[in-house]
């Protein structure tokens, strides 16, 4: 029997009113200022995302190392054409954390919390296609890349991305 690797010193708890004004704090180098949320005031007059208070406690969790807000999950179920039903994945880490080789431990907590908490369904996430970074990451994280289209993203307009599945045994 192989040892398992040791896990990530993350815990998942659900996302304060706090940790979602912080959220609106953290500002990315560019290019990757496009994912910067707005201000917090912003954000709670035009009712966005983990702003609304149902929405946060439905679809958010903070992700904390030690007692240091370092990310979120955000967990939006989906009905799949064919096959089993499908969560998607999306996710934030720090700007401090990114590109420091964290993010790929990141999001396989994430895939791997994910799938326990949603049995029975996939796990994919989308990334924008020219953030090799991140797309780098997910896959060390154990996501394969399966299909190319294009969204309009919030502060990017049409963005071509890509959509990862979550294969758990992929990375091990």
């Not at 990757?32 to 035009?46: C, I, K, L, N, S």
């Not at 979120?72 to 096959?83: K, N, S, T």
């Not at 991305?161 to 990375?171: D, E, Q």
Request: proline share 11%; net charge negative.
């Amino acid at each position: 029997m192989q040892p398992s690797a040791p896990s990530p010193p993350y815990r998942m708890a659900p996302m304060s009113e706090r940790d979602a004004a912080e959220i609106c704090e953290w500002r990315y180098p560019p290019p990757y200022d496009v994912y910067d949320w707005p201000a917090w005031e912003q954000a709670v007059r035009e009712g966005r995302d983990f702003a609304d208070p149902d929405d946060r406690g439905k679809h958010y969790r903070s992700v904390y190392e030690d007692d240091r807000l370092i990310g979120f999950a955000q967990w939006l179920p989906l009905a799949a054409e064919r096959g089993p039903p499908i969560v998607r994945l999306g996710l934030g880490l720090c700007p401090d954390a990114c590109g420091a080789g964290r993010g790929a431990d990141f999001a396989a907590f994430l895939a791997r919390e994910t799938a326990s908490l949603h049995p029975g369904r996939i796990v994919d996430l989308e990334v924008a296609k020219d953030n090799v970074r991140a797309r780098k990451a997910y896959a060390r994280a154990g996501f394969r890349e399966t299909d190319e289209y294009e969204l309009p993203l919030p502060g990017r307009g049409p963005t071509e991305v890509v959509n990862m599945v979550y294969l758990p045994f992929a990375h091990a």
